[in-house]
Nanobody
Framework: QVQLLESGGGLVQAGGSLKLSCAAS????????MGWFRQGPGKEREFVAA???????????VVADSVKGRFTISSDNAKNTLYLQMNDLKPEDTAVYYC???????????????????WGQGTQVTVSS
């Protein structure tokens, strides 16, 4: 069982920045993926970014084209924490942001929400124009 707790959401003006955190606890595997998804009002949950670990080392990171150049995913293995630095935020970035873990054995992170095994409760990000 893996528990995920997101934090760092809030209200920000367009052009501003926020940094989300996701603290993980419980049992994972030696190889797994950890990512961020978001779900805006009336929209489906969409992939934002993800990292792949093997043997405690990050070996892959992918970022959605819609946020590339503005969002950066990173991690602190010692703290079992995943981060999402969001810069130059736009009103269309408004959504609930979720952290998720995929214990699958694929070589690169999946972008499909249904392939992830564990989810956090989400944190709201609201960007005003």
């Amino acid at each position: 069982q893996v528990q995920l707790l997101e934090s760092g959401g809030g209200l920000v003006q367009a052009g501003g920045s926020l940094k989300l955190s996701c603290a993980a606890s419980g049992r994972t595997a030696s190889r797994y993926h950890m990512g961020w998804f978001r779900q805006g009002p009336g929209k489906e949950r969409e992939f934002v970014a993800a990292i792949s670990w093997s043997g405690g080392t990050v070996y892959a990171a992918v970022v959605a084209d819609s946020v590339k150049g503005r969002f950066t995913i990173s991690s602190d293995n010692a703290k079992n924490t995943l981060y999402l630095q969001m810069n130059d935020l736009k009103p269309e970035d408004t959504a609930v942001y979720y952290c998720a873990v995929d214990l699958g054995t694929t070589s690169i992170p999946a972008r499909v929400p249904s392939l992830y095994d564990y989810w956090g409760q989400g944190t709201q990000v609201t960007v005003s124009s």
